[in-house]
């Protein structure tokens, strides 16, 4: 069974930072924890960042220069660093894992930040 587990997520400021982190564990010969998406009240799921097992980034271009994802290969851990958030970061953010050619979503976490 696979386990896609997020965790960071809370409320912050405006101007403050949060550490995200997902972890995939379970039974699979091929893991790939590809980062993350984001889903705001009312709107629809939207890429954050991902990060290739190569180390290769792609950002949506409203958090680049303010997020950061990072990997973990060796503990198949994905690390995404937010700084400089706004009220429009708020979102529930999910981490996305491909296991063995199968997509699996985390049950997501709130970033909340106020203004």
């Known amino acids: 069974q696979v386990r896609v587990v997020e965790s960071g997520g809370g409320l912050v400021q405006v101007g403050g930072s949060l550490r995200l982190s997902c972890a995939v564990s379970?039974?699979?010969?091929?893991?790939?924890?590809r980062g993350w998406y984001r889903q705001a009240p009312g709107k629809q799921r939207e890429l954050v960042a991902t990060i290739g097992s190569g180390g290769n980034t792609n950002y949506v271009d409203s958090v680049k220069g303010r997020f950061t994802v990072s990997r973990d290969n060796a503990k198949n851990t994905v690390y995404l660093q937010m700084n400089s958030l706004k009220p429009e970061d708020t979102a529930v953010y999910y981490c996305q894992a491909i296991v063995d050619f199968r997509v699996y979503w985390g049950q997501g976490t709130q970033v909340t930040v106020s203004s």
């Open positions: 379970g039974s699979g010969s091929s893991i790939d924890v």
